[in-house]
């Protein structure tokens, strides 16, 4: 599974929009892009994944460089309850569907 | 709908005790996983079942054993537990098949072996 970086930290303002980027320059033709948030100290929770096309759902949007090499997760209108660690992910997904997790960044929404 | 539940929440054990660790998923995923967090890291997988009846090793299985008791359940065991193993667990589920179906969590089982 290709290897991602990821800024360590990032500051946003309650009520605009937060902008992950996340940096995969070796991922593979077959390998979908997946991103997830941990708040405190719960579980991760699955936000959106996506192979080449940007993706939206009622959490945020998803968008991927046409190369690939490269994607950002938007959260259109930050609030105080998505201060957390995301994480960005690539892998195979019909292998042996692991997730490999780095350190994240960690979103911090002041009001 | 419950998800993902693990238990217990929290465990303090001795060195050298053993404990098993339970998880149980209601969403009749096939696959399963269990992974620890140490403080300030991401999570790393220690084992996971892909299917009911299989197991494989991930990142870090040494000192665990699992048991896929059947599709929803899939514990994890310590057998002689040490200082190390000091972690936060996470269980997760997923559904097995082509379009990258996501992995769900639980909570956590937060163990502290002194």
């Known amino acids: 599974d290709a290897k991602t970086t990821q800024p360590t930290s990032m500051d946003c303002a309650e009520g605009r929009a937060a902008n992950l980027p996340c940096n995969h320059s070796?991922?593979?033709?077959?390998?979908?892009v997946y991103w997830y948030r941990q708040i405190h100290s719960q579980g991760p929770q699955y936000i959106i994944h996506?192979?080449?096309n940007n993706e939206t759902n009622e959490m945020a949007s998803l968008i991927i460089t046409e190369d690939r090499k490269s994607s950002t997760l938007i959260l259109p209108h930050a609030t105080l309850r998505d201060t957390a660690v995301y994480y960005c992910?690539?892998?195979?997904?019909?292998?042996?569907?692991?997730?490999?997790f780095g350190t994240g960044t960690r979103l911090q929404v002041f009001p | 709908n419950a998800g993902v539940t693990q238990t217990p929440k929290f465990q303090v054990l001795k060195t050298g005790q053993s404990m098993t660790l339970q998880c149980a998923q209601d969403?009749?995923?096939?696959?399963m996983y269990w992974y620890r967090q140490d403080p300030g890291m991401g999570l790393r997988l220690i084992y996971y079942?892909?299917?009911?009846?299989t197991t494989d090793k991930g990142e870090v299985p040494n000192g665990y054993n699992v048991s896929r008791l059947n599709k929803r359940e899939f514990s994890l065991r310590l057998e002689s537990a040490a200082p190390s193993q000091t972690s936060v667990y996470f269980c997760?589920?997923?559904?097995w098949g082509d379009g990258g179906q996501p992995q769900h969590f639980g909570d956590g089982t937060r163990l502290s072996i002194l």
């Open positions: 996506g192979l080449k």
């Open positions: 969403m009749n995923h096939n696959s």
């Open positions: 997760a589920s997923s559904e």
């Open positions: 070796t991922i593979s033709g077959n390998e979908y």
């Open positions: 079942s892909a299917s009911e009846g």
């Open positions: 992910i690539v892998r195979v997904a019909y292998n042996t569907d692991k997730l490999i």
